[in-house]
Nanobody, 125 residues
């Protein structure tokens, strides 16, 4: 069973930065799409950024220009660098990975087979 473990969340002031990490031991991270999602209280889970097997990246409008997704295939770690954080970025952030190729946008949670437990990001204004 693949396990994804997020870390790096915390509390920061508006304008600050955080770097999230998702350790994926046992998962060949370079094989399929991985992504970061977030979910704020009372809201649906939304895709933030995705990275495909070729290393191509895609971002939701909410994170374009501020967030960078990357991964270290040798270490099986997925990262999300978040800069210029805003109050509205406050949410639980989840790492997700696909078990096989799915011709669907990374923004669809149902297209991912594996999920982490989440790491909380709180941005104060």
């Amino acid at each position: 069973q693949v396990q994804l473990v997020e870390s790096g969340g915390g509390s920061v002031q508006s304008g600050g930065s955080l770097r999230l990490a998702c350790a994926a031991p046992g998962y060949t991270s370079s094989r399929h799409c991985m992504a970061w999602f977030r979910q704020a209280p009372g809201k649906e889970r939304e895709g933030v950024a995705g990275i495909d097997s070729a290393g191509g990246t895609t971002y939701a409008d909410s994170g374009k220009g501020r967030f960078t997704i990357s991964r270290d295939n040798a270490k099986n770690i997925l990262y999300l660098e978040m800069n210029s954080l805003k109050y509205e970025d406050t949410a639980m952030y989840y790492c997700a990975a696909r078990a096989y190729y799915v011709p669907r946008p990374f923004t669809e949670p149902s297209s991912f087979s594996y999920w982490g437990q989440g790491t909380q990001v709180t941005v104060s204004s």
